[in-house]
Nanobody
Framework: QVQLVESGGGLVQAGGSLRLSCAAS????????MGWFRQAPGKEREFVAA????????YYTNSVKGRFTISRDNAKNTVYLQMNSLKPEDTAVYYC???????????????????WGQGTQVTVSS
């Protein structure tokens, strides 16, 4: 059974930084693309960033480009989301997710992801 456990969320002032981590277990990590999504209060969950299985390709939603960086360490079975220049509108619960199919390219769509973490709260104060 795949388990994804996020950590690193918290309260930060606007302009600050946070680094989220997502530790995976249960199946071979290196063969699966990973993604980060977020859900703000009263809104639907949205795509934030994704990284290919080897880490060479990354994708971002427009609102975080230039501020967030997704990366992975396959030796540690962990994916990261470095968030800089945080804004109040980044406030949300952040979820990591693992693609259903091995060796598939990353997707921006939730349906492509078969496993999800429990989420970690990020709150950015103005």
């Amino acid at each position: 059974q795949v388990q994804l456990v996020e950590s690193g969320g918290g309260l930060v002032q606007a302009g600050g930084s946070l680094r989220l981590s997502c530790a995976a277990s249960g199946r071979t990590f290196s063969g699966y693309a990973m993604g980060w999504f977020r859900q703000a209060p009263g809104k639907e969950r949205e795509f934030v960033a994704a990284v290919s299985s080897g880490g060479s390709s990354t994708y971002y939603t427009n609102s975080v480009k230039g501020r967030f960086t997704i990366s992975r360490d396959n030796a540690k079975n962990t994916v990261y989301l470095q968030m800089n220049s945080l804004k109040p509108e980044d406030t949300a619960v952040y979820y990591c997710a693992q693609m259903r199919s091995r060796w598939s390219p990353p997707s921006t769509g939730e349906a492509s992801y078969g496993y999800w973490g429990q989420g970690t709260q990020v709150t950015v104060s103005s």
